[in-house]
């Protein structure tokens, strides 16, 4: 279902058996309370973390199961993952969960790991949705349909996965890497599992693995949000505590990973466009006192740009890009880091280089600076993480799978207590070459075995732990219409920036912050595409003040997470940081946008990067055909500034890009005179409009802005193939466009239609027949792009699978269509619509992050709330009637374009 790439290539899986009893059971006994998330104990077994947070309309239901690939058996890799995607079929009092989810416009998913299981769902915060929720969780945990008849269907799915991953150098080295690392311990085995298991394992080992670990004593709810706790337990108790505890007992994993005795080398000669050389060195257990250190140490090596990685390999021209990370079990795991070179360059030399940089820091200590730069990151991201009671509730899971939720909160402490000599240690222990894998096997005189230290017991390391103090939890907001527009200061600066504020009380006193600029005209624009988006890539890489370095530094100890990006019209600014700090990081952004210094380093850098991410995406069925798809709906000439290059003319332009042109481009047009600001959340409003005042007021481009108009042009509808040989993995993709805006009197049948065709939780007509019925798709569905003053849209849909089966998906996409267009679509299928349609409307007005861009588009497009509340009454207003005409009105088959990336050497 989900993959996270910071637990790298995660799939997910799911199954347990039993029913439930009636009579009477234990009330739930409080175990602990750390920082505002309180721990009960049902008498079943099931463990209950609540974590009540008023400043959201919504709420998450989190279920996590102490399951995962480790536990799967000889012949059963990817067997968690594949029943995640079973559980997700249904069970007695849920017998179709995907139509469900869209009912109640859930935002759901279900992730498996190697030591871990979890489904979760966020929803809006109704009694309706909580009870729905909890009962659906507490019905699939024991009751799940694992059924012959949809391991048939879905094992082709998860084949298809498979498949996807094999599409990408990086995933298959890391496959195979991990393989190496692991002599014995099921680490060493893929999540997604064996083709050969997936496809041939049986339905009673499946019921079995389910009925064994999908239990409620080897389970974790966790539900956040916005509910009272007294409340919410009532509601788990009635859901859950019916659930009988089982008979069985699990019996604990004992194989351990002997030290390594030598370095390894793992070689991979598949197609691509770029060389990769990653290694990987045994640490221990997350959960070891010791782990805090390798956190700091990771993000000194291998973070971009003050890695000393980026600064020893990147910058010195040996490598495109580099990186670390960490995989933070509950056993010992790895750290790894990786780069990228480009195809022509000698990957020996970087190899060299870096395992100077790895296994030299005896020789080159790190410094207190190093130090305290990269905790000073890891506490901001915890902080600002830790604001969202959605993303806590999901965070959780990984630490319960490391033996305990509370493990969150004291590594967070053990970082902020981490020391240079802590740091030094851990470097000179680990990073030694008989702990590598990377590489070959050498005999050597003088073996060195890295014995990697274990963890005695979780409980006793966090029986007298206790936390800090929760943090503000914010006020109750109203996030309708009404609400949002009464509580919105909006007005327009002298330069005609126009500005819309919403302070409201938030949980950690968070606040978001959104800035969009509009640049130039289409005659002045004219050959600046390529320009423009480079100077957006490096505004942030230094200014006339601050290094690349410097400006991270700056902007970490502001606690703030930033992203700015530009193209040739636009420049973009979003800031996620706490009211105290919300000034200074207006004043740093400001001095960002106004004096990026475009430094040589940085540029001929940002040139190599770019090159490689374009050469490897040459053999990339899904990058070629979406490339594609963006460009038959951009039929403009060659030099207009909405013109959408190949792959091979943006490496030719790319190779002439210069970085005078780019200097002069800022100079010329970046300016607030026309743009939208948005802020939303915990902020002094007089304190923060004289901060606007003083750096966007007066700061006028030298070219004036003028929109630029897309009128409606019909796409090309010839069909397009591109071949990618040795790639296991197929991509279709068909659109049309359509000569209508969202103010169009047909805008909001299209949009309900195309949930219903393809934008639903899996129980869209797409995902049903493609993915459900067929088992042709992992992911398969579709889209509809709006636009909202040219009278111009676009629908497309898109489905993977294996190459062999294009022909099939292709044909049944246009059933599908086709049947629309017949017979339009059902009272109960639009109802079901509109539910989870308007519902997850709902959720983005609730979300600050969401919202504020939401104001800013209002801005510019002169429109308030009340428009956003107009729409979702026209939405539900809609008869099967008026959404079959519609359809049919605009869904000629004929006419769509049908573009396809594959092997076509394995098609059939």
Same mark, same amino acid.
């Given at each position: 279902m989900g993959l996270s790439f910071r637990k790298t290539l995660i799939a997910s899986a799911i199954i347990a058996a039993g029913t439930l009893s009636?009579?009477?059971?234990?009330?739930? #006994?409080?175990?602990?309370?750390?920082?505002?998330?309180?721990?009960? =104990?049902?008498?079943?077994?099931?463990?209950?973390?609540?974590?009540?947070?008023?400043?959201?309309?919504?709420?998450?239901?989190?279920?996590?199961?102490?399951?995962?690939?480790?536990?799967?058996?000889?012949?059963?890799?990817?067997?968690?993952?594949?029943?995640?995607?079973?559980?997700?079929?249904?069970?007695?009092?849920?017998?179709?969960?995907?139509?469900?989810?869209?009912?109640?416009?859930?935002?759901?998913?279900?992730?498996?790991?190697?030591?871990?299981?979890?489904?979760?769902?966020?929803?809006?915060?109704?009694?309706?949705?909580?009870?729905?929720?909890?009962?659906?969780?507490?019905?699939?945990?024991?009751?799940?349909?694992?059924?012959?008849?949809?391991?048939?269907?879905?094992?082709?799915? #998860? =084949?298809?996965?498979?498949?996807?991953?094999?599409?990408?150098?990086?995933?298959?080295?890391?496959?195979?890497?991990?393989?190496?690392?692991?002599?014995?311990?099921?680490?060493?085995?893929?999540?997604?599992?064996?083709?050969?298991?997936?496809?041939?394992?049986?339905?009673?080992?499946?019921?079995?693995?389910?009925?064994?670990?999908?239990?409620?004593?080897?389970?974790?709810?966790?539900?956040?949000?916005?509910?009272?706790?007294?409340?919410?337990?009532?509601?788990?108790?009635?859901?859950?505590?019916?659930?009988? /505890?089982?008979?069985?007992?699990?019996?604990? *994993?004992?194989?351990?990973?002997?030290?390594?005795?030598?370095?390894?080398?793992?070689?991979?000669?598949?197609?691509?466009?770029?060389?990769?050389?990653?290694?990987?060195?045994?640490?221990?257990?997350?959960?070891?006192?010791?782990?805090?250190?390798?956190?700091?140490?990771?993000?000194?090596?291998?973070?971009?740009?003050?890695?000393?990685?980026?600064?020893?390999?990147?910058?010195?021209?040996?490598?495109?890009?580099?990186?670390?990370?960490?995989?933070?079990?509950?056993?010992?795991?790895?750290?790894?880091?990786?780069?990228?070179? &480009?195809?022509?360059?000698?990957?020996?030399?970087?190899?060299?280089?870096?395992?100077?940089? *790895?296994?030299?820091?005896?020789?080159?200590?790190?410094?207190?600076?190093?130090?305290?730069?990269?905790?000073?990151?890891?506490?901001?991201?915890?902080?600002?993480?830790?604001?969202?009671?959605?993303?806590?509730?999901?965070?959780?899971?990984?630490?319960?799978?490391?033996?305990?939720?509370?493990?969150?909160?004291?590594?967070?402490?053990?970082?902020?207590?981490?020391?240079?000599?802590?740091?030094?240690?851990?470097?000179?222990?680990?990073?030694?070459?008989?702990?590598?894998?990377?590489?070959?096997?050498?005999?050597?005189?003088?073996?060195?075995?890295?014995?990697?230290?274990?963890?005695?017991?979780?409980?006793?390391?966090?029986?007298?732990?206790?936390?800090?103090?929760?943090?503000?939890?914010?006020?109750?907001?109203?996030?309708?219409?009404?609400?949002?527009?009464?509580?919105?200061?909006?007005?327009?600066?002298?330069?005609?920036?126009?500005?819309?504020?919403?302070?409201?009380?938030?949980?950690?006193?968070?606040?978001?912050?959104?800035?969009?600029?509009?640049?130039?005209?289409?005659?002045?624009?004219?050959?600046?595409?390529?320009?423009?988006?480079?100077?957006?890539?490096?505004?942030?890489?230094?200014?006339?003040?601050?290094?690349?370095?410097?400006?991270? &530094?700056?902007?970490?100890?502001?606690?703030?997470?930033?992203?700015?990006?530009?193209?040739?019209?636009?420049?973009?600014?979003?800031?996620?940081?706490?009211?105290?700090?919300?000034? /200074?990081?207006?004043?740093?952004?400001?001095?960002?946008?106004?004096?990026?210094?475009?430094?040589?380093?940085?540029?001929?850098?940002?040139?190599?990067?770019?090159?490689?991410?374009?050469?490897?995406?040459?053999?990339?069925?899904?990058?070629?055909?979406?490339?594609?798809y963006s460009r038959r709906h951009r039929q403009v000439p060659e030099d207009h500034p909405y013109y959408v290059p190949t792959f091979d003319e943006?490496?030719?332009?790319?190779?002439?890009?210069?970085?005078?042109?780019?200097?002069?481009?800022?100079?010329?047009?970046?300016?607030?005179?026309?743009?939208?600001?948005?802020?939303?959340?915990?902020?002094?409003?007089?304190?923060?409009?004289?901060?606007?005042?003083?750096?966007?007021?007066?700061?006028?481009?030298?070219?004036?802005?003028?929109?630029?108009?897309?009128?409606?042009?019909?796409?090309?509808?010839?069909?397009?193939?591109?071949?990618?040989?040795?790639?296991?993995?197929?991509?279709?993709?068909?659109?049309?466009?359509?000569?209508?805006?969202? /103010?169009?009197?047909?805008?909001?049948?299209?949009?309900?239609?195309?949930?219903?065709?393809?934008?639903?939780?899996?129980?869209?007509?797409?995902?049903?027949?493609? =993915?459900?019925?067929?088992?042709?798709?992992?992911?398969?569905?579709?889209?509809?792009?709006?636009?909202?003053? &040219?009278?111009?849209?676009?629908?497309?849909?898109?489905?993977?699978?294996?190459?062999?089966?294009?022909?099939?998906?292709?044909?049944?996409?246009?059933? #599908?269509?086709?049947?629309?267009?017949?017979?339009?679509?059902?009272?109960?299928?639009?109802?079901?619509?509109?539910?989870?349609?308007?519902?997850?409307?709902?959720?983005?007005?609730?979300?600050?992050?969401?919202?504020?861009?939401?104001?800013?588009?209002?801005?510019?497009?002169?429109?308030?709330?009340?428009?956003?509340?107009?729409?979702?009454?026209?939405?539900?207003?809609?008869?099967?009637?008026?959404?079959?005409?519609?359809?049919?009105?605009?869904?000629?088959? &004929?006419?769509?374009?049908?573009?396809?990336?594959?092997?076509?050497?394995?098609?059939?």
């Amino acid at each position: 279902m989900g993959l996270s790439f910071r637990k790298t290539l995660i799939a997910s899986a799911i199954i347990a058996a039993g029913t439930l009893s009636q009579g009477i059971f234990a009330k739930p #006994v409080k175990v602990t309370e750390v920082e505002g998330i309180s721990e009960y =104990r049902l008498d079943n077994g099931l463990r209950v973390l609540l974590f009540p947070d008023v400043t959201q309309e919504t709420v998450t239901v989190n279920v996590t199961y102490q399951v995962g690939s480790k536990h799967e058996n000889y012949g059963e890799t990817g067997m968690a993952h594949l029943l995640e995607h079973l559980v997700f079929k249904g069970s007695p009092k849920h017998k179709d969960i995907p139509k469900e989810l869209s009912e109640h416009g859930a935002r759901p998913n279900g992730t498996t790991w190697t030591d871990r299981t979890n489904y979760f769902e966020t929803f809006n915060a109704t009694e309706k949705n909580i009870d729905w929720a909890l009962s659906m969780e507490a019905d699939r945990m024991v009751n799940s349909f694992i059924a012959q008849k949809d391991l048939d269907s879905e094992m082709t799915v #998860v =084949r298809n996965e498979f498949e996807r991953g094999e599409n990408s150098p990086f995933g298959v080295l890391l496959k195979r890497l991990l393989a190496a690392s692991y002599s014995w311990h099921n680490y060493g085995k893929s999540t997604i599992g064996a083709r050969s298991d997936i496809e041939n394992v049986s339905i009673d080992r499946l019921k079995a693995f389910y009925k064994k670990y999908y239990q409620p004593d080897n389970a974790t709810l966790i539900v956040a949000g916005k509910f009272k706790l007294k409340y919410m337990l009532n509601k788990v108790e009635d859901a859950f505590g019916p659930i009988p /505890k089982p008979n069985r007992s699990l019996q604990p *994993l004992y194989t351990k990973e002997p030290a390594q005795d030598g370095e390894k080398l793992v070689t991979i000669r598949r197609v691509g466009d770029v060389q990769l050389y990653a290694t990987a060195y045994h640490v221990p257990a997350g959960s070891h006192e010791d782990f805090a250190a390798l956190e700091v140490l990771s993000g000194i090596l291998g973070e971009t740009p003050r890695g000393r990685l980026h600064q020893e390999i990147v910058e010195q021209k040996l490598a495109s890009r580099s990186f670390g990370f960490n995989f933070q079990w509950a056993e010992p795991g790895l750290m790894m880091f990786g780069m990228e070179v &480009d195809q022509s360059a000698d990957l020996q030399k970087t190899i060299e280089a870096s395992h100077k940089v *790895l296994e030299n820091i005896a020789k080159n200590p790190v410094s207190k600076e190093e130090v305290e730069r990269t905790k000073r990151k890891l506490i901001k991201n915890f902080e600002l993480g830790f604001n969202s009671s959605e993303s806590v509730a999901l965070e959780l899971s990984e630490w319960l799978g490391m033996g305990d939720w509370r493990l969150l909160f004291l590594n967070r402490d053990r970082i902020e207590k981490v020391t240079v000599e802590d740091v030094q240690r851990v470097a000179e222990k680990y990073l030694t070459r008989n702990n590598r894998t990377a590489g070959r096997f050498l005999p050597a005189e003088n073996p060195e075995r890295i014995e990697i230290p274990a963890v005695a017991s979780v409980a006793d390391m966090l029986k007298d732990y206790k936390g800090r103090k929760a943090v503000s939890a914010g006020e109750l907001f109203d996030a309708s219409p009404d609400n949002i527009d009464k509580r919105t200061n909006s007005y327009t600066l002298a330069n005609n920036l126009k500005v819309s504020l919403l302070p409201k009380k938030t949980r950690g006193e968070s606040v978001e912050f959104y800035l969009s600029l509009n640049l130039g005209d289409e005659k002045s624009l004219v050959n600046k595409a390529q320009i423009g988006s480079a100077a957006g890539t490096l505004l942030m890489r230094g200014t006339s003040k601050y290094t690349r370095e410097q400006l991270q &530094d700056e902007f970490d100890k502001l606690k703030a997470g930033v992203s700015i990006s530009g193209s040739a019209s636009s420049v973009s600014a979003r800031v996620k940081t706490k009211r105290q700090n919300l000034a /200074k990081a207006i004043d740093l952004v400001a001095h960002v946008l106004k004096e990026a210094n475009f430094d040589e380093k940085e540029f001929e850098q940002y040139k190599s990067t770019a090159k490689v991410d374009l050469e490897q995406r040459l053999q990339n069925p899904q990058a070629l055909v979406f490339r594609e798809y963006s460009r038959r709906h951009r039929q403009v000439p060659e030099d207009h500034p909405y013109y959408v290059p190949t792959f091979d003319e943006s490496i030719k332009r790319l190779d002439n890009l210069k970085l005078n042109d780019i200097k002069a481009f800022h100079n010329e047009f970046y300016g607030s005179a026309n743009g939208e600001l948005a802020i939303v959340g915990d902020f002094d409003e007089q304190t923060i409009r004289k901060a606007l005042k003083k750096h966007f007021a007066n700061w006028e481009p030298k070219t004036g802005y003028t929109r630029i108009a897309r009128d409606f042009k019909a796409v090309d509808s010839s069909p397009q193939q591109f071949n990618t040989p040795d790639k296991e993995n197929a991509v279709f993709a068909a659109t049309i466009s359509l000569p209508v805006s969202d /103010k169009h009197a047909d805008s909001p049948a299209l949009v309900l239609g195309n949930y219903m065709l393809g934008g639903g939780f899996l129980n869209s007509r797409l995902a049903t027949k493609l =993915r459900q019925e067929d088992g042709l798709s992992y992911s398969a569905g579709s889209f509809f792009n709006q636009g909202s003053i &040219d009278e111009r849209s676009a629908l497309g849909i898109y489905a993977i699978c294996a190459p062999q089966n294009l022909s099939k998906v292709e044909a049944g996409v246009k059933e #599908v269509l086709q049947k629309v267009v017949d017979s339009g679509f059902t009272a109960e299928e639009i109802a079901s619509a509109k539910s989870g349609y308007l519902q997850q409307r709902k959720i983005s007005r609730s979300k600050d992050n969401e919202l504020a861009p939401i104001l800013g588009s209002n801005a510019y497009l002169k429109r308030d709330m009340q428009w956003s509340e107009a729409f979702e009454e026209k939405i539900n207003a809609l008869t099967a009637d008026d959404i079959h005409k519609v359809m049919k009105r605009y869904l000629e088959i &004929d006419k769509f374009a049908i573009l396809t990336g594959a092997d076509f050497n394995k098609t059939e």
